[in-house]
């Protein structure tokens, strides 16, 4: 039986992991290779690994951090931040990712997500979705570190992405991201049942239970930063904590 | 250190597969020439993507046959993925292509009861008589799959939506449906023990 994946993210600039809520105070959290090795050794499916620079620059040091974290690392390895044409993800691919994800470019233009899967296959093609809670119920698509809403609803949005080839989402709440508060469960259900691929939940993890509360709710897999960069858990120890539940998770 | 020749196939995550060997302690090198291919020890064709697109590949570089004397000759091979799967004769995913028909086995796409792309870490079980393949986790991106072990051939079963097949081995073959190079340190002894390194291999 396919187990729940547990995927440490690592938000990476200028080489370095940085943490903060919303990209807002980033502050330096260690070294993205040691931190990467680390997280493999304490039994992490996956590991994610997020440009937030935004330079060109910045985006050379992160071809060199998948570099050298490809060289260690023996368990997938997701890429994204800064894809803007399907060159950008071949680079990251060449470097040692397994799978691309794209964000914004996606949403400026959706014909890119189509050129991935040709080229790079639906199981490299990972479109990430950030949502807002509308207060007249559903989610709107937002862009741009939250600050722009696109005017696209969630639920369409991502039928239409899995249409044009995404193998996967990477659902982020960003009502939820940084809160600690527990993933968003409705927008998880409601997306999850909406489409056909794996659904990996975003933003708002603090503990073993949040990360149960998702699986439960249609998740395929939980990804998570702070919890992992602060050291209040580590991989093995939450891994306990769901297997306990009756989640089947890889030893 | 062993040279080890990987067919180029345009495949996304070649990086992974050259970083996963030379953790091996070989030396991976790039072929996509069908004497080269012939003449080394030791072969990889690794493949991601779709069956028409590497089938293409592999024909407009005149690497078919060379591969299938491989397999017909029990040279040490091994596949990964979408490798494993051109080793048949044909599959749902692309119909009208030939696959390289090493043996007769037809890839059909997981049911509607899974999400598809597989993407995660399943239990594979292997058959008694398996050299290669312990009980361990790999992990899978895929959508097709072969749903039995092909005749004249021993290997591994997992279960996604119904049982399919994760590994294929005969002699110094072995075809795995899963990335043995991003299955951690289960992989990475089953690389080894391919290669002839001996390591204590982990299980389920």
Not at chain 1, 99 to 112: D, F, P, R, W
Not at chain 1, 128 to 149: Q, T
Request: proline content about 4%.
């Amino acid at each position: 039986m396919l187990t729940a994946r547990i995927i440490p993210c690592l938000d990476c600039r200028d080489g370095r992991v940085v943490k903060g809520i919303n990209f807002q105070g980033l502050r330096d959290a260690g070294c993205p290779v040691e931190l990467s090795l680390n997280y493999q050794d304490q039994g992490a499916d996956e590991l994610v690994l997020l440009d937030v620079s935004a330079t060109p620059e910045g985006r050379g040091h992160q071809r060199e951090t998948v570099r050298r974290v490809r060289k260690e690392l023996s368990i997938p390895l997701t890429c994204g931040g800064g894809v803007r044409v399907a060159d950008d993800a071949g680079r990251l691919l060449d470097a040692g990712a397994d799978k691309v994800s794209v964000n914004t470019a996606a949403v400026v233009n959706a014909e890119l997500i189509n050129d991935l899967a040709i080229r790079y296959g639906s199981q490299c093609t990972v479109i990430a979705i950030d949502a807002i809670r509308h207060e007249s119920g559903g989610w709107g698509v937002v862009v741009k570190s939250g600050r722009e809403r696109t005017g696209r609803d969630v639920i369409q949005w991502s039928k239409e992405v899995v249409e044009r080839g995404a193998g996967e989402i990477l659902l982020t709440s960003w009502d939820r991201d940084g809160t600690r508060s527990g993933y968003e469960l409705d927008l998880l259900g409601a997306v999850s049942q909406a489409v056909t691929v794996p659904v990996i939940a975003s933003g708002g993890a603090a503990n073993p239970e949040h990360l149960i509360d998702a699986l439960k709710a249609g998740a395929d897999a939980v990804l998570a930063a702070s919890i992992f960069h602060d050291g209040e858990y580590t991989v093995k120890s939450l891994k306990a904590v769901l297997r306990d539940a009756g989640v089947e998770v890889r030893p | 250190m062993k040279d080890v020749a990987v067919i180029r196939t345009g495949t996304a995550n070649l990086a992974s597969v050259l970083a996963g060997l030379r953790r091996a302690q070989c030396k991976p090198v790039l072929v996509d020439d069908p004497k080269k291919v012939t003449s080394a020890d030791y072969v990889v064709l690794p493949g991601v993507g779709a069956f028409a697109a590497i089938m293409d590949q592999l024909r407009s570089r005149r690497l078919v046959d060379a591969i299938r004397e491989r397999i017909v000759e029990a040279r040490p091979t091994l596949t990964i993925c979408l490798g494993l799967q051109v080793l048949g004769s044909r599959s749902e995913e692309s119909p009208g292509t030939d696959g390289i028909g090493a043996f007769d086995a037809h890839v059909s796409r997981f049911g509607t009861t899974v999400r598809v792309p597989q993407l995660g870490w399943n239990c594979i079980h292997p058959a008694s008589d398996c050299q290669f393949l312990t009980e361990g986790y790999g992990y899978f991106a895929n959508s097709y799959r072969l749903t039995e072990i092909p005749e004249g051939w021993t290997g591994a079963k997992a279960d996604y939506g119904g049982s399919f097949v994760a590994a294929i081995e005969r002699g110094p073959i072995l075809a795995c449906q899963f990335h043995p190079e991003l299955s951690g340190k289960w992989g990475a002894s089953l690389i080894e023990r391919w290669l002839g390194v001996k390591r204590e291999a982990e299980s389920c």
